[in-house]
């Protein structure tokens, strides 16, 4: 069964300009977070969904941040503009249901911003 | 105080000895307990579950006290590929997961 997919793997930008990374699911998991993960800290739950809808999205920055999850699948987070702070790895994990709170992460995408 | 904490180490141990990490949580009211490994510049992986009634894995045996509101891992018998941070998540039934930072773990030959 494939894992959790995550598009790009890196990416290096500079600041005050747009990124987007984007993830796949486990096929059949309703639930999918986007988390930050700063370096020597453990991931910080950015937004969940539960389908299509943002249940949790209180530690988004909105006013840089977006997401969205067309369709209940795939998912993209959008950072416009990039600040240097935003440095982190993002990772998105899903779970089956929000019954459960056992989630499987994917790879990440590691952002520089310089 | 934060809502999880973890000794962050690192924990330096030879090969085949036994080490234990601890992580406390602040919230009385969760329901879900993990504890996740994370290798160097890699995605978090889940290790095992957290039951009240303890869970065994092998060499790997986690547990529950929630009068002292905290979980607890054993490693026996380390071995060099066990060198990893070791995440402990602490969830409330469908609600937001909190991660701890945490613990660095270093097995040496």
């Known amino acids: 069964e494939a894992g959790v997919v995550q598009s790009p793997r890196y990416k290096i930008i500079e600041k005050k300009q747009p990124v987007a990374f984007w993830c796949n699911p486990i096929s059949g998991h309703n639930t999918l977070y986007w988390y930050r993960q700063n370096l020597g800290q453990g991931p910080e739950l950015l937004i969940r969904?539960?389908?299509?809808?943002?249940?949790?999205d209180s530690q988004l920055p909105k006013d840089r941040f977006s997401a969205e999850r067309l369709k209940g699948v795939d998912s993209t987070l959008k950072i416009q503009p990039a600040e240097l702070g935003d440095s982190a790895v993002y990772l998105c994990a899903s779970s089956m249901d929000r019954s459960t709170d056992t989630q499987y992460f994917g790879p990440g995408t590691r952002l520089t911003v310089l | 105080r934060k809502e999880v904490e973890q000794d962050p180490g690192p924990f330096n141990v030879p090969e085949g000895a036994t080490v234990a990490f601890n992580c406390t949580y602040s919230n009385s009211a969760s329901q879900s307990f993990f504890w996740y490994r994370q290798d160097c510049r890699k995605e978090p992986k889940l290790l095992m579950s957290?039951?009240?009634s303890g869970n065994e894995d092998g060499r790997f045996t986690a547990q529950l006290n929630r009068a002292s509101q905290y979980i607890s891992l054993l490693i026996r018998d380390s071995k060099l590929s066990d060198s990893a941070t070791y995440l402990c998540a602490v969830g409330k039934g469908g609600f937001k997961t909190i991660f701890g930072a945490g613990t660095r773990l270093f097995v040496k030959a």
């Open positions: 957290v039951y009240s």
């Open positions: 969904y539960e389908n299509e809808e943002a249940v949790d």
